[in-house]
């Protein structure tokens, strides 16, 4: 199914949901071509592409300067490392507060606020008892990661073809949680044992302390079916939380970029587009938590219940219940999304990846409309 999407992707006659290229008469080889994109295509860029059963349509060579060209295997490929590195790093960073907002989650009584978990925690355990976890969240939320960035890329492009250009432009939020929707789909199946573990090494006491102990211990307690009971709770959990990670980031993107950076973007360096990128990421990690927090408490009870359904939990915990630990998962999901599009926007910058700007209202819409100038 993967190698399918990258192909329909890769071989699209668009080059993405928000720009085209026209190509008019080989006459004149030389004529600069208009797009509404913000980088102009020429003729003379374009190179044929070797002919097989499947494809005989001119590709776009790669840009000056980009290492690929966008929407190839190779461009995909390279955000799924972005997603590894940005997701595998940050949770892991993270990794004691997360403990102590699952425990309390799951132990209100004996963990009554931040700072008693921390104090309570290492009272116990020590400072290296806050570590508890980081192996499976390192491995859980790497794979994640690829998952998630790289099918989203992905997917927001085999969307955004299917649909066209101006549909893609004037119902782009849509496109944007549609494709987030999707890759989180997949990514939580590639999560799901490791937060299963992690879950189990941080709320049961005496359990195990390293995955290596815990992983032989859950399959001998509940075989295979340990590491999956979490995985609806998990979709109802990471998809809405990644449905608000990813079109409120690009909505929110695209605002400060007409509304508050004084400048184009076209005119900002690297480091001021990064500063952009950390703070759309910020605002967007903020919704992010609230959406997806029930979920979320739901996910470490569950892990902690041997036994108990979904359903069983939410109803045992109330609905003031399911709202435990939400001011420390504000700060910790705020700071790791905004810190996550920081990493994968360096990622791509370091590995000279395209990085088209915001969207643009094709050309062909504007005249439909009778749009003038930057009105939008």
């Not at 799901?192 to 290596?212: D, H």
């Not at 599009?341 to 370091?350: G, L, R, S």
């Not at 504007?366 to 939008?376: A, D, I, W």
Request: include cysteine; glycine fraction near 8%.
């Amino acid at each position: 199914m993967f190698k399918s999407l990258f192909e329909a992707a890769q071989n699209s006659t668009f080059k993405s949901p928000f720009t085209s290229v026209n190509c008019q008469s080989a006459a004149n080889p030389s004529e600069v071509v208009s797009t509404p994109s913000a980088v102009p295509a020429r003729l003379n860029d374009v190179q044929p592409r070797q002919h097989s059963s499947h494809h005989n349509f001119a590709a776009a060579a790669v840009a000056e300067g980009d290492s690929c060209e966008f929407g190839s295997n190779h461009y995909f490929l390279l955000c799924g490392l972005g997603g590894i590195i940005s997701c595998g790093s940050t949770h892991t960073m993270v990794v004691p507060l997360d403990l102590v907002k699952c425990r309390l989650q799951v132990d209100p009584a004996k963990y009554k606020s931040v700072f008693n978990g921390f104090r309570v925690s290492m009272a116990e355990e020590g400072v290296r008892g806050l570590a508890k976890g980081w192996a499976p969240t390192f491995i859980g939320y790497s794979m994640q990661g690829l998952c998630k960035f790289g099918l989203y890329e992905v997917f927001k492009k085999v969307y955004g073809d299917a649909i066209g250009e101006e549909n893609a432009f004037l119902y782009r939020t849509g496109l944007y949680l549609a494709a987030s929707a999707s890759a989180e789909f997949f990514a939580d199946i590639a999560l799901a044992p490791m937060e299963a573990a992690k879950v189990k090494i941080q709320t049961t006491p005496g359990f195990a302390k390293t995955l290596r102990e815990a992983l032989p211990k859950m399959t001998a307690q509940e075989g295979i079916s340990a590491f999956y009971k979490g995985l609806v709770p998990l979709w109802m959990r990471q998809i809405p939380y990644t449905m608000m990670k990813f079109a409120c980031f690009e909505r929110t993107l695209e605002l400060l970029y007409k509304y508050v950076v004084p400048k184009p973007r076209a005119d900002c360096t690297k480091g001021e587009q990064l500063v952009v990128t950390f703070a759309a990421g910020y605002i967007a990690g903020v919704f992010c938590a609230i959406v997806s927090h029930p979920a979320d408490t739901v996910v470490s009870k569950l892990n902690q219940a041997k036994g108990a359904s979904a359903l069983d939990v939410a109803k045992q915990l109330g609905w003031s219940g399911l709202w435990g630990g939400l001011v420390p998962r504000i700060v910790m999901i705020g700071t790791l999304t905004a810190a996550q599009w920081f990493i994968y926007d360096a990622v791509k910058v370091a590995l000279r990846m395209p990085r088209p700007p915001p969207p643009e209202m094709p050309e062909s819409l504007k005249k439909k409309l009778g749009v003038t100038g930057n009105e939008q």
